[in-house]
């Protein structure tokens, strides 16, 4: 089921919770799906910290600031755990540093990966049944002698793997399967950490989805792609995808709901594998994607990401024959440099991506494409980012997300040498980002005159400006006539009149 689940009206007016989510896309509809679990399991969500008894972090660490923001928080919060507050960190920073967050935030009761996620129901009863331990072993003298306990949780596999030997302290321990350890300083601890050699994907009828029109749906977790730099393989565990079946069968549920738009995501949408049927009938991606664009009700359908190595033509291909699959693809290229992609491992050259570039300028109607790109690696010459800079004029992106590198713990490319000094990524990146608006620009204002269906996203008073949103992917704000009052949710054919690097402004066609 999606739509906000009803919590259990007994335990709500009891058990309240606030979660705030840092990172991805991944990351947010993980954290709807959380949201889901929680209501079901009684917890009602508030607003802020000091209305919450649970306080929730669901975590990203991809680049060392996002890491930095959530121990930030942590700190900024301290002061709430004398009101007897819990805290639980989730996510990838939580797989990353696993048991070490106890070390630097005590106060902290559950630290959770987002493989071990479908256990959460679980592990929130017993935080309950822990902290009620607790607190009649304080308030029974003559039991004073038995002290609280600490419970472990979630330890599937006790033997260290070979992923687990290249990722420090989080994925190993001694401690056995729900076993549970006196501890002397009364804090309880949950982990659910171990997780990430599953086959599993975190599945749940009880997402509560914050927008009523547009939704993501989780085609495949986890990552085996292993690039230098990237923490996710570590942090999210194996590359497991979800049935075609089961996919189809939320798409629709979606679609019966209201829902017409939908985005698959997964770390590598295109290595997606079927496990449903019969070997030769099993579904391809672009099969897939075909498939949730026919959906009776569905209007559009997005994807992202693709990794350029499995980017096979017949995603383009699907992308002409079903017009319901929008005319956007992200395709991050990293460096426009082979040399620099060969030290990223990202298993494709400079030529091969462009090659993919060409499958989707040759496609029957025009596809936007956008990238993200990472500055200063370890060993990038001043040729190598000229490469990336010519690339981009050669692709002609509509977007590009660009990053400075930001070496990660466990990762291959902490080891390589030749670091790039931060002020001299700091330069390339505004380098590349100035070439980039320059190329927006003249993009954007191609689009000048023609007319787009826009999807309605609300309406900004103070501009008296409807936004919109484009199957390119692109914000078309527009304005319309007094009598008119397109509805968020709703589609509207727009007519572009002017162009900015960022954004469309045009007027509704009525
Ligand atoms: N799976 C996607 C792919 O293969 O491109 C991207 C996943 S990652 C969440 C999103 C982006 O973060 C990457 O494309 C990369 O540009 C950037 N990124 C990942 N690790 C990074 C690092 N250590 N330093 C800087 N940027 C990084
Ligand atoms: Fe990270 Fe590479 Fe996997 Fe993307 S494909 S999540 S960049 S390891």
Known sequence: MSGVPQSNPQAAAQKTFYLETFGCQMNVHDSEKVVGTLLQEGYRQVETVEAADLVLYNTCSIRDKAEQKVFNRLSDYKKYTAQGKTFGVLGCVAQQEGEKIFERAPYVSLVCGS???????????????????????????????????????????????????????????????????????????????????????????????????????????????????????????????????????????????????????????????????????????????????????????????????????????????????????????????????????????????????????????????????????????????????????????????????????NTPSLKLEDAIPDEEKAHRLDLLMAKQREIQIARYKKYIGTRCEVMVEGKNEARSQYMGRTSHNKTLNFTAPPTATPKPGTYAPVVVTSSFPNSLLGELVV
């Not at 699907?318 to 426009?336: E, N």
């Not at 030529?351 to 993200?372: C, G, H, N, P, V």
């Not at 370890?378 to 660009?402: C, I, N, Q």
């Open 115 to 409: 493989a071990s996620y479908r256990k959460l129901p679980e592990m929130l009863r017993q935080l309950e049944n822990a902290q009620l331990e607790s607190a009649q072993s304080r308030n029974t003298t003559t039991e004073a002698a038995a002290p609280p306990f600490a419970v472990f949780e979630g330890w599937e596999s006790m033997l260290p793997t070979s992923r687990d030997s290249s990722v420090g302290t989080a994925g190993k321990s001694a401690v056995k399967p729900s076993s549970r350890k006196p501890i002397a300083d009364s804090l309880i601890r949950i982990t659910g950490l171990d997780d990430r050699e599953t086959d599993a994907c975190f599945e749940t009828e009880f997402t509560a989805r914050t927008n009523p029109h547009r939704g993501y749906i989780t085609i495949i977790e986890g990552c085996d792609k292993f690039c230098a730099y990237c923490v996710v393989p570590y942090t999210r565990g194996k590359e497991r995808s979800r049935t075609s079946q089961s996919v189809l069968a939320e798409a629709r549920q979606m679609a019966d709901l209201g829902y017409t738009e939908i985005q698959l995501l997964g770390q590598n949408v295109n290595s997606y594998k079927d496990s449903e049927g019969k070997p030769g009938l099993r579904k391809s991606f672009a099969e897939l994607l075909a498939a949730v664009g026919e959906v009776p009700g569905i209007r559009r359908v997005r994807f992202m990401t693709s990794h350029p190595r499995d980017f096979g033509r017949d995603i383009v291909e699907a992308i002409d024959a079903v017009p319901t699959l929008c005319d956007h693809v992200h395709l991050p290229v990293q460096s426009g440099s082979t040399r620099m992609l060969d030290a990223m491992q990202r298993l494709y050259t400079r030529e091969q991506y462009l090659e993919r570039i060409a499958w989707m300028k040759a496609a029957k109607r025009e596809i936007s494409i956008t990238t993200d790109v990472i500055v200063g690696f370890p060993g990038e010459t001043e040729s190598d980012f000229v490469e990336t800079l010519d690339l981009l004029e050669e692709v002609g992106y509509d977007a590009v997300f660009a990053f400075k590198y930001s070496p990660r713990p």
